[in-house]
T-cell receptor, first 114, second 112 residues
């Protein structure tokens, strides 16, 4: 398996623009997570899905952020409008449906909002 | 106060040294404890996983959990330059294992 695949690897945009980050989880994994990592706040959970249904979005910072999972093999995280403080590395992770806690992370998307 | 505290380092050691990495936490309800390793420009990868208190060993790595002190540790024996990475502790509540709380991460550099 190729692992969790994220695109793009790097995104540079201007304040006010819409940004869409993409994720393909590992085939067969029922859970998908979006995390954000910054120097100041570390790694924070934004939202997670189970069987394509959003379960907990309490970590989404504000209404500018939205996430969807239209099918088991694809998820998006959208920021509209983007702001400089959104600059961070965004990680997608997935895991199977068992008591094993093992999360598999993608390589992340480095987002820079100018 | 953060729920999980971890010294960000950086920690620099010579090859072959024993490395000790630590985290403290405030929520006594945490039951699952993990250590992740993150190489530069990569996502974290699970290194060790323990449930409740005790020790767990895997090769050169040993994880310890002391719930009475709310303190977890990761020991790396015979450290290698390839161990140079950021190490993040993570923990979750029993039954709430989807919501991992991560420490800030400790940067480790092992020099030849």
């Amino acid at each position: 398996d190729a692992g969790v695949i994220q695109s793009p690897r790097h995104e540079v945009t201007e304040m006010g623009q819409e940004v869409t980050l993409r994720c393909k989880p590992i085939s067969g994994h029922d859970y998908l997570f979006w995390y954000r990592q910054t120097m100041m706040r570390g790694l924070e959970l934004l939202i997670y899905f189970n069987n394509n249904v959003p379960i907990d979005d309490s970590g989404m910072p504000e209404d500018r952020f939205s996430a969807k999972m239209p099918n088991a093999s694809f998820s998006t995280l959208k920021i509209q409008p983007s702001e400089p403080r959104d600059s961070a590395v965004y990680f997608c992770a997935s895991r199977g449906d068992s008591l094993n806690e093992k999360l598999f992370f993608g390589s992340g998307t480095q987002l820079s909002v100018l | 106060q953060k729920e999980v505290e971890q010294d960000p380092g950086p920690l620099s050691v010579p090859e072959g040294a024993i490395v000790s990495l630590n985290c403290t936490y405030s929520n006594s309800a945490f039951q699952y404890f993990m250590w992740y390793r993150q190489y530069s420009r990569k996502g974290p990868e699970l290194l060790m996983y323990t449930y409740s208190s005790g020790n767990k060993e895997d090769g050169r790595f040993t994880a310890q959990v002391d719930k009475s002190s709310k303190y977890i540790s990761l020991f790396i024996r015979d450290s290698q330059p390839s161990d140079s990475a950021t190490y993040l502790c993570a923990m979750s509540l029993s039954g709430g294992y989807n919501k991992l709380i991560f420490g800030a991460g400790t940067r480790l550099a092992v020099h030849p």
